[in-house]
């Protein structure tokens, strides 16, 4: 009987084989950061308008108790002599949890009397605005 020796030489990856893998690695990777970074700024978008729409649904309220008390023509007066958006909202304010108005009356979030913000909104870059009480026309919360 023969003796067949096997070889024991050990085989190792190929410096070609390395920049594959390690290419390979660094492209999924960026892939993976660019989709977490695109998430959190599509979380921000998102609690954006959570607070358009709780802005919106307290001058709604607003504008129903006001009006039944009142009047509408009344209450849209009301409305429009608060001549600010800090201003309405400070007057639909009563409508909203106090932590969302404690959130967009902080001073540090306000920039000017014609924008509303909160920090979510100073993230995404924009701001809230609470325009005039049109005649043939509703309040409406907008999101700039």
Do not use: C
Not at 20 to 46: C, E, K
Not at 106 to 134: I, R
């Amino acid at each position: 009987m023969k003796n067949i020796s096997i070889s024991t030489a050990k085989r190792a990856f190929t410096m070609i084989e390395m920049l594959i893998v390690i290419t390979v690695i660094g492209i999924m990777s960026a892939l993976v950061i660019s989709a977490f970074s695109n998430a959190a700024q599509d979380t921000r978008r998102v609690v954006a308008r959570q607070q358009q729409a709780a802005v919106q649904n307290a001058v709604n309220a607003w504008v129903s108790s006001y009006s039944q008390q009142n009047g509408l023509a009344a209450a849209r007066t009301a409305y429009n002599d608060a001549s600010s958006s800090k201003g309405r909202l400070q007057l639909v304010g009563g409508y909203l949890d106090e932590s969302t108005l404690a959130h967009f009356l902080n001073p540090s979030n306000t920039t000017t009397n014609a924008e509303v913000k909160s920090a979510a909104l100073k993230k995404t870059d924009q701001y809230l605005s609470l325009g005039t009480w049109n005649t043939n026309s509703y309040p409406k919360v907008e999101l700039k």
